[in-house]
């Protein structure tokens, strides 16, 4: 898919949770052509300083109106840059990029999303993928895990309601919803308040998603999970978003794969899961004040 350098209007731009912010932007190009679970590379400045764009998911995408929508969070300088931008000003991104997601024959199966704090982000975009469907029969049983640090991090119930799925909410420090983490409460509600689904489709840290992965695995249960590395070029260039990947040819043979060109969605079965490190612990929190 061709990818594009195009100049945003900044539409809208507001704070929707603890240093969460949703901006809207005018891209048609970028609008027409991405898919969920495709990123762009948002350049969060003028200048040289923060000189790297930054990758984000696309929230929602409005090709007819030649919108789309990022909902992130302030970890850094980066995103800290991005939070000062306002309506009438404009972004340079480059994109759509990487693989998005693969919704076919999701019709077929129940569903479980499973989100961690902004991993909720291209999880929107997905659900409209998968609702797209003239019939309401047709459509997949969807059930949300969403879970966060604490309640202030969580979206508002009206971003969830909008969804039109059912959402199964956690924190874990017990603020809101299930007392404990998300894989917690989805390994308690299969198999007594919804059945085992049959896709499951993740986004959020790689400490989340390597437990998501060793269910699915478990199980043999089919799995898309978008993962998150630090990206310095978007477009394979770097080869900095290097992961450990399950080598075809013998165990001795070192492979990786690259998460802004191959992913950032990956069947669990294609990582090697034991050589994946967490990233390390976010900045101080003087950063957000
Ligand atoms: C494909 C992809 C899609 C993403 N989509 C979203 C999104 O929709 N919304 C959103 O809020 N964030 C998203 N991220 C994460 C986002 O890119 C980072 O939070 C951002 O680049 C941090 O920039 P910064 O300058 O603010 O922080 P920095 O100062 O660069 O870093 C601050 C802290 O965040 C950590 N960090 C930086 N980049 C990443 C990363 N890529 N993954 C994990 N930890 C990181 C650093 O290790 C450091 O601890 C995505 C990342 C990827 C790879
Ligand atoms: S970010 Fe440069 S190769 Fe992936």
Request: with cysteine; glycine share 10%; net charge positive.
């Amino acid at each position: 898919m061709k990818k594009l350098q195009e100049t945003a209007s900044v539409l809208e731009h507001e704070p929707v949770a603890r240093q969460t912010f949703r901006l809207r932007l005018h891209s048609p190009g970028i609008a027409r052509s991405a898919t969920a679970g495709q990123f762009a590379m948002i350049q969060v400045r003028e200048g040289v300083d923060p000189l790297l764009r930054r990758p984000l998911s696309f929230h929602r995408l409005f090709p007819g109106e030649g919108c789309i929508e990022f909902l992130y969070r302030v970890v850094g300088r980066g995103t800290w840059w991005l939070s000062r931008v306002r309506p009438g000003e404009t972004v340079d991104l480059l994109g759509p990029l990487g693989n998005g997601f693969d919704v076919q024959d999701s019709a077929a199966y129940p569903v479980a999303l499973i989100a961690g704090g902004i991993g909720i982000a291209p999880l929107f975009q997905l659900v409209s993928r998968l609702l797209v469907t003239p019939l309401e029969r047709e459509r997949p049983e969807i059930h949300l895990f969403y879970g966060a640090r604490t309640a202030s991090e969580l979206l508002p119930d009206h971003f969830l309601q909008s969804l039109g799925i059912s959402s199964h909410v956690s924190t874990d420090d017990g603020t809101g919803g299930f007392h404990g983490r998300v894989t917690d409460m989805f390994q308690r509600a299969v198999g007594k308040e919804t059945g085992e689904p049959r896709r499951v489709f993740a986004c959020g840290p790689l400490a989340m998603q390597f437990h998501v992965a060793r269910w699915v695995l478990a199980r043999g249960i089919e799995s898309q999970l978008s993962l998150e590395a630090l990206m310095a070029c978007g477009v394979g260039a770097c080869l900095g978003c290097a992961l450990p990947a399950v080598s075809h040819h013998g165990r001795s043979a070192e492979r990786y794969v690259h998460v802004c060109k191959d992913g950032p969605i990956f069947r669990a079965e294609a990582i090697q899961w034991t050589k994946v490190q967490a990233h390390p612990a976010p900045p101080p929190s003087f950063l957000y004040s």
